[in-house]
């Protein structure tokens, strides 16, 4: 598992940057209504896709929540005052106080089934009547684009997807959510080259294949074999779906 604290500083870089979180952000944008009063981003990051969020809903109040005192800090530089550092799994926040929560690449980084129920039940919690969340799954399964690179990987141990789209959906209505939108974007600036695999299996993106140990090793040999070493394969594609909480006096199921 990445160490996001160390992550911080070359976070943006190494993720597409702006033109990526331009496109998750207009994407997110695209399932939110019009008109949002407090909007709430879990997962925050560096904050680099939730000011185009902000910019994209100028007459909300934005708060950004991250864990990471590292991620946290370069969120605060770019959204001044917004910043909350908490658990996304016990936000501190009173009953139904946004009118939208929003959380891009959060859930699959959950360590287990139960921490992801969790995160559902309190977007759940805080999101008033009427309000909207708008979240990411299969996160795993959009980076597989049928390059060689992931034939390469398709044989490296499984590892539970955390952030399953029919599990989340599943979690969302134990709590009175209802299917509301889907959308897709494009991982921008985020296609795999087997040298860049290499050193991400080195720095542990791959929790299946700890850094150092042989079977890892394995992995990275088969990818250095790989041809056009410095080539980019095809840019992944993320899945977004968004769920409301039904208004005063609107049936939980219709």
């Known amino acids: 598992m990445l160490d996001y604290d160390e ?25 939110l209504p019009e008109t949002v009063g407090e909007l709430l981003d879990l997962g ?12 994209g809903r100028p007459g909300a109040r934005v708060t950004c929540l991250d864990r990471a005192p590292a991620m946290t800090l370069r969120a605060a530089a770019r959204l001044p005052g917004a910043v909350v550092r908490a658990d996304s799994r016990r936000l501190p926040f009173p009953d139904g106080r946004f ?31 009427g309000g909207v969340w708008v979240t990411t799954v ?21 590892s539970a997807a955390r952030d399953a789209g029919d599990e989340v959906a599943g979690y969302a209505a134990e709590h ?20 860049s ?3 991400d299996l080195r720095r542990g993106w791959f929790v299946t294949l700890p850094p150092g140990e042989p079977l890892a090793e394995e992995f990275a ?3 250095a ?11 992944p594609v993320f899945t977004l779906r968004a769920f409301r909480r039904p208004a005063q006096g609107e049936p939980a199921e219709g």
């Open 7 to 31: 992550e911080a500083a070359r976070y943006d870089a190494l993720r597409g940057g702006e033109p990526r979180a331009a496109a998750a952000a207009e994407a997110v944008l695209g399932l």
């Open 44 to 55: 925050c990051g560096t904050g680099i896709v939730t000011r185009r969020l902000a910019a």
């Open 99 to 129: 009118d939208a929560v929003t959380s891009v690449w959060l859930l699959h980084l959950l360590p287990a089934a139960e921490d992801v129920r969790a995160v559902v039940a309190e977007c759940a919690r805080v999101l008033r009547p």
């Open 138 to 158: 299969d996160k795993a399964a959009g980076h597989n684009v049928g390059s060689d690179i992931d034939a390469v990987l398709a044989a490296r141990p499984p």
């Open 176 to 195: 009175g959510l209802r299917l509301a939108g889907r959308a897709r974007f494009p991982g921008v600036g985020q296609g795999r080259s087997p040298r």
């Open 197 to 199: 695999t290499v050193e």
């Open 221 to 223: 040999a088969r990818l």
């Open 225 to 235: 074999a790989l041809p056009d070493q410095d080539r980019p394969r095809p840019d």
